[in-house]
């Protein structure tokens, strides 16, 4: 079984910092591909950032190109996004993903998933 957890998630005004971690149980961690997608009320879920298996390897959306940053660290199982200079438009739920091989940016491909953490940003 695979577990992920995310936390870091809260309030932060327009122009703020968060740094969001998710913690992936097993002992396969470093096989995953790992990527963030986040979904705001009454919208489809969409794609944030990801990671290659050895974090040699990211990409990210448009939309925070720049602004964020998505790494991992294989031996403490976790891998975090650093939102900086956040948005009103940055507010959703944001989930931490994962697939056993091959980094895609369509949610559906991705085998497990976290509970999600709220990142509100004020205006």
């Known amino acids: 079984q695979v577990q992920l957890v995310e936390s870091g998630g809260g309030l932060v005004q327009t122009g703020g910092s968060l740094r969001l971690s998710c913690a992936v149980s097993?002992?396969?961690?470093?096989?995953?591909?790992m990527g963030w997608f986040r979904q705001a009320p009454g919208k489809e879920r969409e794609f944030v950032a990801h990671?290659?298996?050895?974090?040699?390897?990211?990409y990210y959306a448009n939309s925070v190109k720049g602004r964020f940053s998505i790494s991992r660290d294989n031996a403490k199982n976790t891998v975090s996004l650093q939102m900086n200079s956040l948005k009103p438009e940055d507010t959703a739920v944001y989930y931490c993903?994962?697939?056993?091989?091959?980094?895609?940016?369509?949610?559906?491909?991705?085998?497990?998933w976290g509970r999600g953490t709220q990142v509100t940003v004020s205006s």
């Open positions: 990671i290659s298996t050895s974090g040699t390897s990211t």
């Open positions: 097993g002992r396969t961690f470093s096989n995953y591909v």
């Open positions: 993903a994962g697939r056993t091989r091959g980094g895609v940016t369509e949610w559906k491909a991705y085998d497990y």
